[in-house]
T-cell receptor, first 111, second 112 residues
């Protein structure tokens, strides 16, 4: 079993829908990252969080440390949100260098 | 503001050839990383440099070497390329270990 599991693997939505992508992990962590990989391949860091909730524009990330679970929500989705969303965790027991990445969730938003 | 710049964007090598992937950042970041991304797997850390003058192995260092040339530049060398090294390679940098990552646009390498 991978240390970081994302669901779903693939998600197709209609423009305007509310999107949720889930990330579960099996180790104690000091931080969790959400990343976005564009269709052209570039990767952008969206959030880094260790507790609670963060919001940036239409994106919201939440984390429940006790349940070892995080969600990324997209409100009022748009075709430009189509991308691969990647969750990554930094174990509480290793140095800050080591992130464990999920395989990603491919999101397609149709107009 | 270029951020993290990787060169080349694409490369095809024959088995046994060598090459160096270049990475430079202009954000005055202390830490730099090399990752590889393969289908069906998450990004995996090859090597990292916590600060200028230091380098350390990551999860998958075999077949690679790195050089932290100065604070800006961190190169990845394949001395004798193998088909198993066909992958997309990403360089990244952070202010310090553990802070948010800034990625380059990637190098798609094919070894035949």
């Amino acid at each position: 079993k991978n240390e970081v599991e994302q669901s779903p693997q693939n998600l197709t939505a209609q423009e305007g829908e509310f999107i949720t992508i889930n990330c579960s992990y099996s180790v104690g962590i000091s931080a969790l990252h959400w990343l976005q990989q564009h269709p052209g391949g570039g990767i952008v860091s969206l959030f880094m969080l260790s507790s609670g909730k963060k919001k940036h524009g239409r994106l919201i990330a939440t984390i429940n440390i006790q349940e070892k679970h995080s969600s990324l929500h997209i409100t009022a989705s748009h075709p430009r949100d189509s991308a691969v969303y990647i969750c990554a965790v930094r174990s509480a027991e290793t140095s800050g260098s080591r992130l464990t990445f999920g395989e990603g969730t491919q999101l397609t938003v149709n107009p | 503001n270029a951020g993290v710049t990787q060169t080349p964007k694409f490369q095809v090598l024959k088995t046994g050839q060598s090459m160096t992937l270049q990475c430079a950042q202009d954000m005055n970041h202390n830490s730099m990383y090399w990752y590889r991304q393969d289908p069906g797997m998450g990004l995996r850390l090859i090597y990292y440099s916590a600060s200028e003058g230091t380098t350390d192995k990551g999860e998958v260092p075999n077949g690679y070497n790195v050089s932290r040339l100065n604070k800006r530049e961190f190169s990845l060398r394949l001395e004798s390329a193998a088909p198993s090294q066909t992958s997309v390679y990403f360089c990244a940098s952070t202010v310090t270990l553990g802070s948010p990552l800034h990625f380059g646009n990637g190098t798609r390498l094919t070894v035949t």
